[in-house]
């Protein structure tokens, strides 16, 4: 596995849990263009738009 030591456009974070899952990205700027709560047996919704 590679590690790297340079910023990153964008981070994401994905809080996993039995029934349910919060997926954040977070630019930068500290603007959030992706903030969702979703169900993990739907992973479908996951990978849309």
Do not use: W
């Not at 974070?13 to 029934?19: K, M």
């Not at 630019?27 to 919704?45: I, M, S, V, W, Y």
């Amino acid at each position: 596995m590679k590690f790297y030591k340079q910023q990153h456009e964008s981070y994401c974070g994905i809080d996993l849990h039995a029934n349910s899952m919060h997926v954040c990205v977070v630019d930068q700027a500290g603007k959030k263009p992706l903030h969702k709560n979703l169900t993990p047996k739907t992973p479908k919704r996951f990978f849309s738009p």
